[in-house]
């Protein structure tokens, strides 16, 4: 016995060395699984998009949206139209028909309230 042990005494180890790493690996693993699940789970079967838009004067803005189709399902998309200072000055909601085709776009004008320098697109969920 050193005068170590015999001043504080002997430190006994009550859990095995490999069980904190073995604790660590698995709760990564948990983790990185449910990311992954998360990720997955909820992929809707469109997207869509601004692709173009254009300020037609202080009280029109067009928008033309680009959606992308899996399976064939009506759409109800939401738009903003944005002035310089980030403040909505119009929105529309559009409806946009079931299509076959697996890429579709659809042409809008927004009305404002005062010139719009952008359009945004807020949502586009299942009719």
């Known amino acids: 016995m050193t005068d170590l042990e015999a001043r504080y005494g002997r430190h006994r180890r009550t859990t095995p060395r490999w069980l904190w790493p073995v604790v660590a690996t698995i709760g990564i693993s948990i983790g990185v699984a ?3 699940w ?3 789970s909820d992929v809707p079967a469109h ?3 601004v ?3 254009e300020v037609l004067d202080d009280r029109t803005t067009k928008v033309d949206l680009e959606i992308f189709y899996d ?3 009506a ?3 939401r738009v903003f139209a944005q002035s310089q200072d980030k403040v909505v000055v119009g929105e529309r909601t559009i409806e946009v028909p079931a299509s076959s085709k697996s ?3 659809v042409v ?3 009305r404002t309230e005062r010139r719009a320098v952008t359009a945004v697109l807020d949502s586009c969920d299942a009719a």
Request: proline share 4%; with cysteine.
């Open 103 to 105: 890429q579709t776009r």
């Open 34 to 36: 449910w990311a992954a």
């Open 71 to 73: 399976e064939p399902v």
């Open 108 to 110: 809008a004008e927004i």
């Open 51 to 53: 692709h173009s838009y």
């Open 38 to 40: 998360a990720s997955w």
């Open 75 to 77: 759409l109800t998309c």
């Open 47 to 49: 997207q869509a998009r």
